[in-house]
C-alpha cells in the first residue's frame, strides 16, 4: 500500500490550503481513510478520518474549518483547510487502515504565518 501525500506549504494566518492523498497498491478493504499531524515536541494527533459508511470524525480543534473528502473513483482523499492558526503548522500524515492495518503516507509540511 503505498499514500501519496500532497498540497502542503507555507500559507499566512488566514488562509486556506487543500492537501491531497493518493491511495495505490492493495487498498481493497479501506476502513478508515484520513489525515493526522505532528507539530514538532508534540504526539501525532487525529485530524479528520473517514469511515468506508460515510461517518466522519473531526479534532475538537477543527472547529469547523477543515473538511474530509474522497473520491472514491480516483482512490483519493482530501482535506480543505481554511482558516488556518499559527497552531495548524504540523507534518500532515495521510493514513489508511485496510484489513485492521494502518497504513502512513510520508507527510506534508504545512506552515502557517502569523
Known amino acids: 500500500v503505498q499514500l501519496q501525500a500532497s498540497g502542503g506549504g507555507l500559507v499566512q494566518a488566514g488562509g486556506s490550503l487543500r492537501l491531497s492523498c493518493a491511495a495505490s497498491g492493495s487498498i481493497d478493504h479501506i476502513l478508515v481513510m484520513g489525515w493526522h499531524r505532528q507539530a514538532p515536541g508534540k504526539q501525532r494527533e487525529l485530524v479528520a478520518i473517514m469511515y468506508a459508511d460515510g461517518r466522519l470524525n473531526y479534532a475538537d480543534f477543527v472547529q469547523g474549518r477543515f473538511t474530509i473528502s474522497r473520491d472514491n473513483t480516483k482512490n483519493m482523499v482530501y482535506l480543505q483547510m481554511n482558516s488556518l492558526e499559527p497552531e495548524d503548522t504540523a507534518v500532515y500524515y495521510c493514513?489508511?487502515?485496510?484489513?485492521?492495518?494502518?497504513?502512513w503516507g510520508q507527510g506534508t509540511q504545512v506552515t502557517v504565518s502569523s
Open positions: 493514513m489508511a487502515l485496510i484489513r485492521a492495518e494502518a497504513h
